[in-house]
T-cell receptor
């Protein structure tokens, strides 16, 4: 149980294009989803918290106009990297938190990540 | 935010028990302690979670002392496939925000034959 699917797993595109990444909770409803970015040999960095039906909360230093997050349903959140440039190349990972209330006793369930390469 | 500190790397051998300790001196009352395993080019995988004392599941044990300022992940009889990065995450979710979702640098565990 608690499976999170992320698509695509790998994408290469030209500089200036926009890329959309989907994160789906397959067997549970996710009231909250998180988006992370991970550079090679580094830890995960939280980019934003996405709550179903409301605007995402972005971490300090993350451009909300560049990284558009939509969480329109309890099973789907999307991250769109707009006008992507080579410095946006990274490993993007989503996670989902099911149920209501505190996540503290409900661990995050992670997708398998999306490798984004901007040429 | 509860900051975590772990050893950067550890080495062990197949069949041994491995203990990885995480320090979290400013853990808050509502915070839980969660450990994840990550292989290259994959998302983290949940291992175990606890609040206090000891928690055990089919793959690991988690020991938390009374002051909760540290925790130890114990992996019994490791194999080569346990080579990965292990993260401890301390925090809680409250209302519209997420507290403590700051991953530390993790521990790169290398298992040798």
């Amino acid at each position: 149980g608690a499976v999170v699917s992320q698509h695509p797993s790998w994408v290469i595109c030209k500089s200036g294009t926009s890329v959309k990444i989907e994160c789906r909770s397959l067997d549970f409803q996710a009231t909250t989803m998180f988006w992370y970015r991970q550079f090679p040999k580094q830890s995960l960095m939280l980019m934003a918290t996405s709550n179903e039906g409301s605007k995402a909360t972005y971490e300090q230093g993350v451009e909300k106009d560049k990284f558009l997050i939509n969480h329109a349903s309890l099973t789907l959140s999307t991250l769109t990297v707009t006008s992507a440039h080579p410095e946006d190349s990274s490993f993007y990972i989503c996670s989902a938190l099911g149920g209501q209330g505190k996540w503290g006793n409900q661990p995050q369930h992670f997708g398998d990540g999306t490798r984004l390469s901007i040429l | 935010l509860a900051k975590t500190t772990q050893p950067i790397s550890m080495d062990s051998y197949e069949g041994q028990e491995v203990n990885i300790t995480c320090s979290h001196n400013n853990i808050a009352t509502n915070d839980y302690i969660t450990w994840y395993q990550q292989f290259p080019s994959q998302g983290p995988r949940f291992i175990i979670q606890g609040y206090k004392t000891k928690v055990t599941n089919e793959v690991a044990s988690l020991f938390i002392p009374a002051d909760r300022k540290s925790s130890t992940l114990s992996l019994p009889r490791v194999s080569l496939s346990d080579t990965a990065v292990y993260y401890c995450l301390v925090g809680a979710y409250s209302g519209g925000g997420a507290d403590g979702l700051t991953f530390g640098k993790g521990t790169h565990l290398i298992i040798q034959p």
